[in-house]
RNA sequence: GCCGAUGUAGCUCAAUGGUCGAGCAACGGUUUUGUAAACCGUCGGUUGCGGGUUCGAGUCCCGCCAUCGGCUCCA
């Protein structure tokens, strides 16, 4: 006797000594039975027909695309089709590894002759047909031994090495196998699982591109090819994902920046080096006024240092040998009257400098904390293969700061600047957020200063996010290599995920550099650093702004804030006086006051994003108003000017 | 850095190895306009750069540069 637990706390018992989830679906109803392709048994993923032979806790997972289950079978069966779609038209192929994504599917394997996109139609064809056979994915396993001795006779050394990996993790379990139809008979594949009962559930699928891919992700390891696909229950899922995707690229930075003007890179002056143009220039004054106002509320010092130092700097924080590939080379010269030789670097980060500020004078617990804020400029010679628009540059902006302090100021210091942080987060809209507390990895040898510093800080930042409340994991090995972290990560309104600010927490450069204060007993003490950006880089974080708000920033953000369209030349001279008007009340404010008929001029503005045109005509002009269009098309008729201007300033001050 | 793709006017795109075109933008003119594109005209190119094959190269081959999609990296 079986009992089976629903979802809904019902219980179901069965008389066999071994069922499947396919069974129980069929004991609840002929409909669920036809919808089901899986089941979480106790929680765990499985096939719809695993056996179960003991009371357990079953939930159907039927073929819906809102559901992460069905869509990991889904996606990880196509995977499977396509592979074997791959090796029948490719033969020679050594299939590596292929799991499902959260958005789609890959599969790695190696070819002596690339895989080109011109290809992809006919495994696509293949796929069909294999998808339209409707073959049942059978599962078998084969004990250790035998199942290696199997893999090593096909002479695939990457299926040998993840059966390897799978009995280092479980030893002594047997090794399963999924033959896409009959095992011996039709192509199978080492594979954990789980799977669709039968290809033909696969409702629509595409393959999207193939890129290279390092075998374990071991740059030092076979590349091999990566074809990536995607696939879902039904036609039209797939072709609203297109349209997503479609979306997704309308508001690329990299085009509204070109669009809307804000910036530009010229191979002139170097790839990943941004030149911000007027109205890109204007977006990150008032993002930087903005974060001043805040850095003057919580009493910290702005402070200036220069572009380069000197490479005994960095050799001394360490940062010199751990990054000395993606820094630009040195710059090497002789002092004209000593003789004496230097060696200056372009600045990487601006830590150095502060802490030289914090060191030039003797320091009193009185004084601290000491917090010393600056828009440093930095410079990283960034992989070629790396550099994407604005987001990953070799020249940047950090709105950096290092925060001073004593060991008993530590947590509370951590308390403000994540407070700040998500300070920032609202103000621009970010409703979605994760802060991820970067730890050490285990067992690795790239980590300065001592273990029980490491532990101290480590249990601090968890402390400080749990006790505020802010939705966090924790990564290992995502710590800097002289402290842990907090990595904030935020998701766009469409979605995506993005990497901003950072507050990490420092106990090893103060030693290095030898840093002190008098403490009360009149000895000295060495302070803590905490090192901490909200907005990471301002190139970065404008990028994402761009995307974010798809180039519609809000008005207190917006280049252009409102602008006058003149109905005909007569009125131009009106429109030239409302403009004045706004900007002497400091609302970036433009006139089109060219010929074309008010439809082009509406359009050209809305599409430049800007928030309000102002339409003035003869009616306007009588009655000293403006007829106010929104960008987001609202009409709100004539109002006055010293109206219309009341309402803008007030929104523009609140940051609304 | 690695794998693959792409590179034609300011932008978006055409051009079986046979004179590189169009729309938009810009500029000039006409028009004086009422809520997402008025009309006519003009200008604009060493086809990313450098080699090679060919009677002839935007097109084929080689090298470099840049960009895009991934991988790796990210203080």
Same mark, same amino acid.
């Not at 339409?615 to 003869?618: D, F």
């Given at each position: 006797m079986i009992t089976i637990t629903l979802p809904n706390g019902a219980k179901k018992q069965f008389t066999a000594p071994t069922i499947t989830a396919f069974d129980v679906a069929k004991a609840i109803g002929p409909r669920?039975?036809?919808?089901?392709?899986?089941?979480?048994?106790?929680?765990?993923?499985? /096939?719809?027909?695993?056996?179960?032979?003991a009371d357990a806790a079953v939930t159907i997972v039927t073929a819906r695309s809102d559901d992460t289950h069905a869509l990991y079978l889904l996606r990880h069966s196509c995977a499977h089709v396509m592979a074997e779609a791959i090796t029948s038209l490719f033969p020679s192929?050594?299939?590596?590894?292929?799991?499902?994504?959260? /958005?789609?599917? %890959?599969?790695?394997?190696?070819?002596?002759?690339?895989?080109?996109?011109?290809?992809?139609?006919?495994?696509?064809?293949?796929?069909?047909?294999?998808?339209?056979?409707?073959?049942?994915?059978?599962? %078998?396993?084969l004990p250790p031994d035998e199942a290696l001795r199997k893999l090593e006779h096909q002479g695939n050394p990457y299926k040998v090495d993840n059966a390897r990996r799978a009995l280092r993790q479980n030893p002594g379990t047997a090794i399963s196998f999924y033959a896409t139809g009959q095992p011996g008979k039709d192509w199978e594949d080492l594979c954990r699982g789980p799977h669709l009962p039968t290809t033909g559930r696969i409702g629509a699928f595409k393959i999207t591109s193939v890129a290279g891919a390092y075998w374990h992700g071991d740059a030092s390891q076979q590349q091999l090819q990566r074809v990536y696909g995607i696939a879902f229950f039904s036609a039209a899922e797939l072709t609203a994902h297109g349209q997503r995707l479609q979306a997704a690229k309308e508001r690329d930075h990299r085009l509204l920046g070109r669009q809307l003007g804000l910036f530009t890179i010229s191979p002139l002056v170097g790839s990943g080096l941004i030149l911000w143009l007027p109205k890109g220039a204007m977006v990150r004054q008032e993002l930087e006024a903005f974060l001043l106002q805040e850095l003057t509320r919580r009493g910290y010092s702005a402070v200036y240092t220069p572009h380069i130092g000197n490479v005994n700097l960095y050799k001394t924080s360490g940062h010199y040998p751990y990054y000395k590939d993606s820094q630009f080379p040195t710059i090497k010269m002789k002092e004209r009257d000593?003789?004496?030789?230097?060696?200056?670097?372009?600045?990487?980060?601006?830590?150095?400098?502060?802490?030289?500020?914090?060191?030039?004078?003797?320091?009193? %617990?009185r004084d601290l904390p000491i917090r010393l804020a600056e828009f440093g400029t930095v410079y990283r010679f960034e992989q070629s293969g790396e550099l994407a628009g604005m987001t990953r540059v070799r020249g940047f902006t950090q709105d950096d700061a290092h925060l001073f302090c004593t060991p008993d100021q530590v947590e509370a210091e951590l308390r403000s600047t994540v407070d700040m942080v998500l300070h920032v987060f609202r103000t621009l809209g970010f409703t979605e957020y994760q802060c991820r507390v970067s730890l050490r990895a285990p067992g690795s040898d790239k980590y300065a200063g001592e273990a029980a510093l490491w532990n101290q800080a480590e249990t601090t930042l968890r402390q400080v996010v749990r006790e505020m409340g802010v939705p966090h994991h924790e990564a290992l090995g995502e710590a800097a290599f002289y402290g842990p972290k907090l990595d904030f990560l935020v998701k766009d309104v469409i979605g995506r995920q993005w990497q901003l600010g950072t507050v990490q927490l420092d106990y090893v450069l103060p030693e290095r550099f030898q840093l002190e204060y008098i403490g009360a007993d009149n000895a000295p003490h060495r302070p803590v650093m905490i090192h901490r950006a909200p907005f990471g880089s301002l190139e970065r974080f404008t990028g994402i702004l761009i995307e974010h708000f798809a180039g519609a920033f809000p008005t207190w953000l917006s280049p252009v804030q409102a602008i006058v369209l003149s109905i005909s030349e007569k009125f131009v001279d009106y =429109?030239?006086?409302?403009?004045?008007?706004?900007?002497?009340? =400091?609302?970036?404010?433009?006139?089109?006051?060219?010929?074309?008929?008010? =439809?082009?001029?509406?359009?050209?503005?809305r599409i430049q994003k800007i928030p309000y045109l102002l339409?003035?005509?003869?009616k306007?002009?009588?009655?000293?108003?403006?007829?106010?269009?929104?960008?987001?098309?609202? /009409?709100?008729?004539?109002?006055?000017v010293a109206a219309f201007l009341e309402k803008l300033s007030a929104e523009i001050r609140t940051r609304a």
């Open positions: 669920l039975a036809q919808d089901a392709i899986g089941a979480l048994i106790n929680g765990e993923l499985r /096939d719809l027909h695993a056996p179960i032979q192929v050594k299939l590596a590894y292929g799991p499902p994504l959260e /958005d789609g599917f %890959y599969y790695d394997l190696e070819l002596a002759e690339p895989i080109r996109q011109e290809d992809f139609a006919r495994v696509e064809t293949e796929m069909a047909r294999i998808i339209a056979a409707d073959r049942p994915f059978t599962r %078998y396993e000593s003789g004496d030789e230097a060696e200056y670097l372009l600045k990487p980060m601006n830590c150095p400098h502060h802490i030289q500020i914090y060191a030039a004078e003797p320091r009193s %617990y =429109g030239r006086q409302v403009v004045g008007q706004l900007r002497a009340a =400091g609302v970036r404010a433009e006139l089109d006051s060219g010929d074309e008929k008010i =439809g082009a001029k509406i359009r050209r503005a339409v003035v005509g003869a306007e002009q009588q009655a000293g108003a403006v007829a106010v269009r929104t960008r987001q098309d609202e /009409d709100l008729g004539a109002v006055p």
